[in-house]
């Protein structure tokens, strides 16, 4: 049988967690199964690359970008090869382009095409443990590029997908959690979650996986289990969506901090104008989160919008000149917001959800500055201040600790 396990940074954080890790993956082996491992950069790596950029340059070609990244992720595949010949088993380290995982030309966000897996295959047959860097692939032009942000998640999903076999998705909690446990002691792991919730609160701000992992999971009815890799607890399925689960109104609560609001002042209120703000952010890849468009009273109106802060830096002269082509009067930008958000398949088939959400905030004197919501979530921007006691509330006004 074929497993993908995909370890995490924190998994990865130094040596004697690359040792752990390797431990885990030979023990895999042993049981009989041939084992391919998606590893992503140790802890902190990416950001110190990143940062290291930034003092190059304030504004790095994104090309440039992807091969600098790519690297971190390359130090720990070869690294927990080295580990794994320790103890006495096989193993060869690839990257993205090695193992044959083609993407599109978007540098930095880039989406998967194509993924060839004969090599792969080849060092499965051979008896070896294959260990491929997460977050990247390469173009048809043989250019490096990297999946975003979470990218070695969706590297482990796709691979899983193409080898039809489950995928293990290895963290430092010990599954999907109602709340951030670092921010709601009392949060309850959950051993069962929707591709669909897990999807929302992945999107939200939940830290566990990529969205766009879950997507791929979604779409092609992977089996993912997260699990802590420090100990044997069963974690959590994400599964399809069931009866039984469709009873529970409430899954979980999440938090987002990794957004500003943008708010384009006194727009014309004229038909066609909100679309040409939007086309010409659309244009330059910059990707708008929760919108809003205030009632205008005077012909004048304003666009609030979000956009994640590691975007604002490259996005920001893209907003000033999309304020400029309608002739706003300026742009103020707020980095200090929380999204809070809820979530939870049961909410098709019962009301007053958002009623009491918005009631717990006001009764801990939470203001809402932005609200949205679709089938299965509720959503709302608040002070950056006020984000995790919203979260607390809100987990505690939904019971979400109680054991079901």
Not at 21 to 30: L, Q
Not at 149 to 166: F, H
Not at 190 to 204: N, P
Not at 367 to 387: A, D, F, L, P, R
């Amino acid at each position: 049988m074929i497993v993908v396990q995909k370890y995490g940074g924190t998994s990865v954080a130094d040596i004697e967690r690359v040792k752990n890790v390797a431990k885990r993956v030979v023990k895999t082996k042993r049981a009989g199964n041939k084992v391919v491992v998606v590893v992503s950069a140790f802890s902190g790596k990416t950001n110190e690359l990143i940062e290291l950029a930034h003092q190059m340059v304030k504004v790095p070609s994104q090309r440039e970008m992807d091969m600098l990244l790519a690297t971190g992720e390359q130090m720990s595949v070869s690294l927990l090869a080295m580990a794994i010949h320790a103890l006495g088993e096989d193993a060869v380290s690839m990257t993205g382009y090695q193992v044959g995982i083609t993407t599109n030309e978007s540098h930095g966000q880039a989406k998967i095409v194509d993924v060839n897996t004969d090599t792969l295959r080849k060092q499965l047959n051979r008896s070896k443990i294959v260990i491929v860097a997460g977050f990247q692939g390469k173009t048809s032009n043989h250019e490096i590029t990297t999946l975003g942000r979470g990218g070695s998640d969706l590297t482990a999903v796709a691979l899983a997908k193409v080898l039809k076999c489950s995928c293990e998705i290895y963290t430092d909690v010990d599954g999907v959690y109602t709340a951030d446990p670092r921010i709601v002691k009392d949060a309850r792991k959950l051993d069962l979650i929707s591709y669909e919730e897990m999807l929302e609160m992945a999107s939200l701000g939940a830290k566990v996986m990529q969205s766009r992992s879950v997507e791929v999971g979604k779409k092609y009815n992977v089996p993912i289990v997260v699990r802590n890799s420090m100990n044997n607890n069963s974690g959590t399925l994400i599964t399809k969506e069931n009866k039984k689960m469709e009873e529970v109104l409430v899954s979980g609560v999440t938090i987002n901090e990794n957004e500003v609001k943008v708010t384009i002042l006194q727009v014309p209120d004229k038909p066609g104008i909100a679309a040409k703000v939007f086309e010409r952010l659309a244009k330059d890849d910059v990707n708008v989160d929760m919108i809003i468009q205030n009632k205008s009273t005077t012909n004048f109106t304003d666009i609030s919008f979000t956009v994640f802060k590691s975007e604002l830096r490259r996005t920001r002269a893209v907003i000033d000149k999309a304020a400029k082509l309608v002739k706003a009067s300026g742009v103020e930008i707020d980095t200090n917001i929380s999204k809070v958000s809820l979530v939870g398949v049961g909410m098709k088939s019962h009301s007053g959800i958002a009623a009491k959400m918005f009631s717990t905030l006001a009764k801990n004197k939470i203001n809402i500055e932005m609200i949205s919501t679709s089938e299965i979530k509720v959503s709302c921007v608040v002070s950056g201040t006020k984000g995790k006691a919203a979260v607390r509330a809100i987990h505690k006004a939904f019971g979400l600790s109680k054991k079901k």
